[in-house]
């Protein structure tokens, strides 16, 4: 559930404006209020499931994401809504991490390996089919369905939970409770200036958000520097890999992060797509994605990490860019190829950066590390989006009407999120030539 819903909801943004009232190309709140609240709670998730027990824990969060579903369903105004997709990641994160870590503790170490390979396929499997079944539920029958069909399965998921999840608990620190009010703070007030600066009346307040926000997380990086058990040791940064790998993830990503939103708006609103069509458009780009993951420890077995990120950042922004290419009337070929390379080089990006960041990490830092990619990732994707959002107001796709202005709004987006994906570059420039790479490393990062 929590895998398919964070890219199901994309294609039906679209139809869920026209339902509330709202422009299409001002609903990157749903999407914001999502992400923003894994990237959250994701810190508190490890330390909550050792203190509670996995299974009250999981089961918990099945209940809240299932509950966040249904009044998603029911929101009937955009604030409404927003806030029902606050609860539902509330739930959703609760269940990824506290499943991986319920595997992690229930199995031995032999066969941690190949239960984690398969714990990742809905990672992969939900880019896939996510888009699709958005798009075919918003056209069959209406967007409220996107957030109905998980009710049978958190009913089913949350009473197959109840039988079978163990309860494992284990002795945990004090919580570092101030350490996570600054950073949590620090990631709403940037992520909400971001998308209050997409508003021209309001450029005061998100300045006056940005410079909080930009404080709090120093502030956090100084409490963590003289905390006995912070939240995230700074030890962790010691590892160049380590640092490399999270600075350029987060980056990275603030540009990438922007694709699953602007790509499903660009095909409906820009081309006249029909949600259905709109949502098999992405079918190329998850397939090919799923398929380069196959490449990535040969690749850099062969040339090494520094040259393999180099070389792929340019090629992901490139792609980016050619988006702003698009035009009406271009065979259908000539866009599944250019999705299905998007998706091989974007994909294989997210798995080499996220096996170079857990690579050199042993112990203790393993787990901090794990926690602190997992919210870099939820916090770059709300970023993004957040970035792609006050870039089609910039370029005035908001007062545009569906046509050639919007399109020409879109296409000046695609130019600036690919330019700052590639500007992440510079940072995977000063990684030291590697031609190591751990596989077991990949399997738990390729779900990323």
Aim: charged content about 10%; hydrophobic content about 55%; aromatic content about 8%.
């Amino acid at each position: 559930m929590q895998t398919l819903d964070t890219t199901i909801v994309n294609t039906a943004l679209p139809s869920m404006a026209v339902s509330l009232g709202e422009s299409p190309l001002r609903m990157q709140a749903v999407v914001i209020s999502y992400a923003l609240t894994l990237a959250m709670l994701i810190p508190m998730s490890g330390w909550l499931a050792d203190r509670v027990g996995t299974r009250h824990v999981f089961i918990a969060a099945v209940v809240v994401f299932t509950a966040g579903s249904l009044a998603c369903a029911m929101s009937r105004q955009l604030r409404w809504l927003v806030a029902a997709r606050v609860l539902q990641g509330v739930g959703g994160a609760m269940l990824l991490p506290v499943g991986r870590l319920a595997v992690l503790r229930a199995l031995p170490r032999e066969e941690f390996l190949p239960a984690m390979s398969f714990v990742t396929v809905p990672g992969l499997v939900g880019p896939l089919v996510g888009p699709t079944l958005g798009g075919w539920l918003v056209q069959t029958a209406s967007w409220h369905w996107i957030f109905l069909i998980n009710v049978p399965l958190g009913i089913v998921g949350g009473l197959a939970a109840m039988r079978l999840m163990p309860d494992l608990r284990a002795s945990v620190s004090r919580f570092d409770l101030l350490g996570y009010l600054l950073l949590a703070f620090g990631m709403v007030a940037v992520s909400f200036s971001l998308n209050v600066l997409s508003e021209r009346p309001q450029y005061g307040v998100g300045l006056v958000l940005l410079v909080f926000g930009l404080a709090s997380l120093v502030a956090y990086w100084l409490h963590a520097a003289r905390a006995d058990r912070p939240l995230f040791p700074l030890a962790l940064f010691k590892v160049h890999s380590f640092s490399v790998g999270i600075l350029g993830n987060l980056f990275s990503r603030v540009g990438s992060g922007g694709m699953p939103y602007l790509i499903p708006l660009l095909l409906q609103v820009g081309l006249g797509y029909s949600p259905m069509h709109a949502g098999m458009m992405m079918i190329p780009a998850a397939a090919a994605g799923i398929f380069s993951k196959r490449i990535v420890v040969p690749l850099v077995q062969r040339v090494g990490y520094r040259r393999v990120l180099v070389g792929n950042t340019l090629l992901v922004g490139l792609a980016m860019i050619s988006f702003a290419l698009v035009a009406p009337g271009r065979p259908i070929w000539m866009y599944a190829l250019q999705f299905a390379a998007f998706g091989c080089v974007n994909s294989l990006q997210f798995t080499a950066m996220n096996t170079l960041a857990l690579s050199d990490l042993d112990g203790e830092l393993a787990s901090g590390g794990n926690s602190l990619l997992s919210m870099v990732m939820m916090l770059a994707m709300s970023l993004g989006v957040a970035v792609a959002a006050a870039l089609l107001a910039g370029f005035g796709g908001t007062e545009a009407g569906i046509g050639h202005g919007t399109l020409g709004a879109f296409r000046g987006s695609f130019v600036c999120v690919g330019l700052v994906t590639m500007a992440s570059a510079a940072i995977f420039a000063q990684l030291e030539p590697t031609n190591r790479i751990p596989e077991s490393t990949v399997k738990e990062a390729s779900a990323g």
